[in-house]
């Protein structure tokens, strides 16, 4: 996949009092790898529903719009309610996020 394939779509959360959009584009790709250092492991988890994937992802998101957040401020703001919403928010983003797949690898068509 390339950078250039990702859509910027996102989908909007709510954190505290504030509304953030979780776009899953290469500055929130590039935050996330910087905080799990690996992206591959971060999805892993993601798809697990780690707390700690949960939190590094927002973070991300969150990072992107306010260069000024920390790990630590968006894990008080984070409960445990907060999981079953942001599961759903964060597969939502990842379906408009990604780019469309057109055939099955290695499939030909005829002529």
Do not use: H, W
């Amino acid at each position: 996949m390339k950078a250039s394939e990702l859509k910027n779509k996102g989908i909007k959360f709510k954190l505290g009092n504030k509304e953030y959009e979780l776009k899953l584009n290469m500055n929130t790709f590039c935050e996330l790898e910087e905080v799990y250092g690996d992206l591959n492991a971060a999805f892993e988890d993601l798809q697990n529903m780690k707390i700690k994937a949960v939190r590094a992802l927002i973070y991300s998101a969150v990072k992107v719009e306010d260069d000024t957040v920390t790990l630590k401020a968006i894990g008080e703001q984070l409960g445990l309610s907060d999981l079953e919403s942001l599961g759903t928010a964060i597969n939502e983003a990842l379906n408009i996020s990604m780019p469309e797949v057109d055939d099955a690898p290695g499939e030909s068509k005829a002529t």
